[in-house]
């Protein structure tokens, strides 16, 4: 999954919000940077660039992203890590940054409350999450191609879990009851831009958790091949870009 997430999903989907939350940690001179939920790295990337003095522990709590991550931005510390069982001492950090990783927080409130217990004094929190499905080219039209391919029982990872926590007053309400104050939210859309439809349905149907739903299918190719035909067909042949709807937010503590 981490090689096919790489691939197909990373440049279209996470490079473009990486470079503009990148350069908005920069703008906070941190020193000592953790990034919770890092996937592959292309947040930390940015990172690194953009704030060359600040030390960055990248973490995730898979452990093959992590290798994966550790090969491709060898700069960062790598570490496996639960979001809402840091293994860091309190107060090490002046940010911690997350880039669409806090939709998949079983317990956003335990994990904002590591956040708290992490960050130093005077520390910022900076995450993203995307907005509605339907504020996400790319995501919309994969999913109204996954249910034309599956009337009955299409899977709804990418509404529930990723465009499921886009409600700013959900997201306040939980770093409240963590000890954190919400400072600034910003909705942000940018331009995704693709080689090919194909590419991007490789990505979802591979790159996911869309992929074990359907990989135990008899018919798992013959719907992989539907869905990218149909997302061919809807945003047309070679070079494809959309739109991409994403809210960032900084919060503090309370204190």
Same mark, same amino acid.
């Given at each position: 999954m981490p090689e096919a997430y790489e691939q197909h999903l990373v440049p279209a989907l996470f490079r473009p919000f990486a470079a503009d939350l990148a350069a908005r940690a920069a703008a906070l001179r941190p020193l000592t940077v953790l990034e919770l939920a890092a996937g592959t790295g292309a947040l930390t990337s940015a990172l690194l660039t953009e704030v060359p003095t600040a030390s960055v522990v990248a973490t995730d709590l898979n452990e093959s992203m992590v290798t994966a991550g550790s090969v491709r931005e060898p700069r960062a510390d790598w570490r496996q890590a639960d979001a809402q069982d840091l293994p860091f001492e309190d107060a090490g950090f002046d940010l911690v940054v997350c880039q669409f990783g806090v939709m998949f927080f079983p317990d956003r409130p335990a994990a904002y409350a590591e956040v708290r217990r992490v960050l130093a004094p005077g520390g910022r929190f900076l995450f993203s999450s995307w907005g509605p499905l339907a504020s996400h080219g790319? /995501?919309?039209?994969? *999913? %109204?191609? =996954? +249910?034309? %391919?599956? #009337?009955?029982g299409a899977p709804t990872f990418l509404r529930d879990v990723p465009h499921g926590y886009a409600d700013p007053a959900v997201v306040a309400a939980d770093l409240t009851a963590a000890g954190l104050t919400l400072g600034t939210v910003e909705e942000v859309t940018l331009e995704g831009v693709a080689p090919s439809a194909a590419s991007v349905?490789? /990505?979802? =149907?591979? /790159?996911? #958790?869309?992929?074990? %739903?359907? +990989?135990?299918?008899?018919? $798992? *190719? $013959? =719907?992989?091949? %539907?869905?990218?035909?149909?997302m061919t067909e809807g945003l047309g042949a070679g070079p494809v870009a959309a739109p991409m709807t994403a809210t960032v937010y900084t919060a503090h503590d309370q204190a």
């Open positions: 790319f /995501g919309a039209a994969f *999913q %109204a191609a =996954l +249910e034309k %391919a599956l #009337p009955d349905a490789m /990505g979802f =149907l591979t /790159g996911t #958790p869309v992929n074990a %739903a359907l +990989e135990a299918r008899a018919d $798992a *190719q $013959a =719907l992989r091949a %539907a869905v990218t035909r149909t």
